[in-house]
Structures are given as C-alpha cells and as structure tokens.
C-alpha cells in the first residue's frame, strides 16, 4: 500500500512554556521502566542519576533523571487529596529526592495518566489536575509523562483513531482498522476528542504553576493526537509501546517517518524510549535504533539500567555528531526520508521502512543515512544529486564528509555518490558539507 502525504495532518501552534528552553528541544535523560518496570526505588534512581554523572551522559546532555509507574502509595490519597510516595520506596518522599537529583545538576520527571488509574493500577490524575500539578510543583519535579490508561467510560471516545500499525502490521487510514469498531469519519476534528480534552486539562494545569514541567503525553499514537499534541504537550507519543526487538524498532521507524511534518521546536512526534542496552537488539540494531531516533528528533530516553551499561553502548548514546544534530539551536525539523529504497516512495511498510534520510545541521552541514533493513550486509549507494539539501550543488563543488560513528574524515569526494557495505539492520551514517573547488 502507498501513501504519499498519508499523515500530513493539520498543525496546530506549538505550546510554548513561559520558560523558553523547557520542551524546546527534544528531552535528553533517562526512564525507569523499560530497565526495572515496577521494581523502583530510590536507590535505584540514585544510581541512575550517579551513573548519568560519571558515565558522561550528563556532559553529553542527558539531564531528565524519570521515574515512571509504581512510585506512588497504591493505597490511595491522602485527607486533602493528594498523591502519596509510597513510604518504603521513597522515605525521603520525591521532594527528598528531587533535592539529591538537582544537586547532581541534573532534573527530575514524574508520571501519571490522564485517567482514573495508572497503567500498573496506582492512583492516577484525572479529576485532580490541579492538586496535582501544584504537588510536583512543590515537590520540586521538572518533568511529566502522562500516559493513556484506567480512562473511565465516559471519558471514552465515541469514535476512535486507527494506529496505522495495529493489528496486522499494515496501515488502515481510511476507515478500515482490523478488528476496530465506531472509527472516525473522515476529516473528523480530533481536537473535540475526550482524547484531546483529558490531556488539555493537565496542560493547562501545568502552565498554572510559577514551576515550569516539560509536558510529555504517551497517549499511545490514538485520537488523532499528531493534528492536537503540538498546541498541547512539548512532546506526544506517535506509537504503541516499544520492546527490544528488531521488528518494533523498523515498526516505529516506519510509522514515525510518516508523521515528521509535525516536528519542531517545542513540539516532538515521540517515537518512544530508547532499548539500548537491552537484551534483545545486536549492536548494529542499536545502532539504527538510536541513529534514527535522533536524527527524527524523538526525546532520547535511556531505557536500561545504567550500572550494567557497556561502554560500547555508552558509546552510541552519546555519539556527538547525533546528539548535535537533535539537540540543534538553529534547525528544529528533523532528518526525512528522501528514497525508500527496496520499496516505491512513500510505501508504508513495517518491515522496510524508508532506507535513505537526511536532514540539515544548523550551520549548514548535512546528516544523511542509510539503513540496511535486509539480513545480509548491502551495498548503499548515497547518490549526492538526490540528496535535497545538496541539490543545485554547481559541478565546481565537492563533498567533504565524515563517518559518524567512527569520527573519521573521509575527506573531500569529487565523485557524484558515496558506496557504503552496511552490515544486517546497521545504519551508515554520514555528516556532509559542500566544499567549493578554486
């Protein structure tokens, strides 16, 4: 199936905070659960803080130190309604911790869903927006992700949005979602959702507090949320949950790649935390997987446990070139694809996703890359001509280039394309300028 356009939906303004940096730029930092799920404390946090610190991901950028799920008091509220740290994971509470976090110079993040329960059964935010708010505002919290369960039934949508990779792998934008009932009408107006309103509701008791929190919505892709998320959150999840596995990191690429019309300053189509480290992906997978979730300019969440991080891996989260290239002042679009490569332009495939991208570095240099989806290692020709921020180059100019993943110079190529052999599920990745010839 093709789909050139397919989710170029309407772009609503960006929310800006009263605090220009916050939500600006993609979110650099750390999430606790796709290393630990529930089983969080804060000894653990604390490590994980340590870890940022004395690994060099701190001076490499990363500053969001996030607790997800489970760190409340399951039992409930308290007499005036709000949410409790459970006392045995948390004895200093989370204003404690937050103090021993910013101490570290770096931030603390915090979760909640926009509904009756958490996604682990922990009391969660809806109907206390406001308390709420005003409590990780007073505990001292620089960050909410705010997820999509325990919705109650008349919080439901009457008619719901098709996340193109539901159910068999394919997309379904006109009305035809395997297994889906009471699906929206065509041009449907996703911003009157109940959808849309839960998570307006947060926003805006968010900007009531004198704190600024960066406000990240994990709505899962559903309600339309890439035509409303940019005017209501800094960043929103464009997809379900990730997992270390080859097929949900080409699955999220794919679909992601359809959406990236929506991103810029102070808005990110999240493609959702990042695996390496985590059993389940090779190296090379962990590669791609971070390559391509910095140059869509997706928040980079670590997800593992960053006591048992190799160095090798420590080593791919903070390359300089991607980092430099999601974290740019000047350009806030991210990288796009040009070619498709094994499949026509414009094709959703889950399996082969769009093979060659490039996006533009603020001082004028260029990232371009090259995936090898295929099981063997492929010959990637990166042909300059087709590449769209080096069209209309005059023939009087050449390429300078550099690898970035090795930091080597490949010098200056007077040649009209650049072979590259990429081994099974890596990724070339290349910083190029223009060099004109006297």
């Known amino acids: ?60 950028g990363y500053q969001f130190v996030n607790l997800d799920d489970c760190w409340s008091d399951k039992r409930g509220r308290d007499a005036a309604g709000k949410l409790v740290p459970d006392p045995t994971k948390f004895p200093n509470g989370i204003a404690g911790l937050a103090d021993k976090v910013h101490a570290l110079g770096l931030q603390l993040g915090i979760y909640s869903s926009a509904g009756t329960t958490t996604c682990a059964g922990y009391p969660a935010s809806l109907g206390y927006e406001a308390v709420d708010a005003q409590t990780w505002a007073d505990w001292g919290v620089d960050y909410l992700k705010y997820d999509n369960c325990g919705v109650p039934r008349n919080w439901t949508d009457v008619c719901q949005g098709c996340v193109p990779d539901a159910s068999d792998g394919k997309s379904h934008p006109n009305g035809t979602c395997p297994g889906t009932t009471n699906l929206c009408p065509t041009g449907y107006n996703y911003s009157s959702s109940h959808t849309a309103e839960r998570y307006r509701h947060m926003r805006d008791a968010l900007l009531a507090q004198k704190r600024p929190i960066l406000y990240s919505l994990c709505d ?51 493609a959702d935390m990042l695996e390496v480290g985590n059993k389940g992906l090779s190296l090379a997978e962990a590669r791609t997987h971070f390559a391509f979730w910095a140059a869509m300019k997706s ?21 300089k070139w991607l980092l430099q290239f999601n974290q740019d002042l000047v350009v806030g679009a991210p990288a796009k694809p040009y070619k498709w490569g094994t499949n026509p332009d ?8 769009a093979e060659y991208w490039s996006g533009r570095f603020g001082d004028g240099r ?5 995936l090898n989806p295929y099981a063997t290692t492929k010959t990637k020709i990166i042909t300059w001509s087709e590449v769209p921020e080096l069209k209309g180059s005059s023939s009087s100019t050449s390429i300078k280039v550099t690898d970035a993943w090795t ?32």
């Open 1 to 60: 199936m093709r789909f050139l356009g397919l989710f170029a939906l309407p772009l609503a303004s960006a929310l800006v905070s009263p605090v220009d940096s916050v939500g600006r730029l993609p979110a650099l930092g750390w999430n606790s659960w796709n290393a630990f799920g529930c089983d969080i404390n804060e000894t653990r946090i604390l490590d994980a803080a340590h870890q940022m610190v004395s690994r060099g991901l701190l001076a490499a």
């Open 220 to 270: 899962w892709g559903a309600a339309g949320v890439q035509s409303w998320g940019n005017a209501t959150g800094h960043s929103w999840r464009a997809t379900p949950d990730i997992r270390p596995r080859w097929s949900k990191v080409v699955g999220i690429l794919n679909q992601n790649s359809f959406y990236l019309d929506n991103t810029d300053f102070w808005g990110h189509s999240d």
């Open 299 to 319: 928040p980079l969440l670590i997800g593992t446990d960053l006591t048992t991080l190799t160095d090798v891996n420590r080593d791919i989260l903070t390359n």
């Open 346 to 353: 414009g094709m959703f495939n889950e399996t082969y996703p």
């Open 366 to 370: 260029v990232l371009v890359l090259a």
């Open 407 to 438: 930091g080597k110079d490949l010098g200056t190529i007077q040649d009209s394309s650049l072979s590259a052999n990429v081994s099974s599920h890596d990724t070339a990745v290349f910083v190029v300028q223009t060099v004109v010839n006297h």
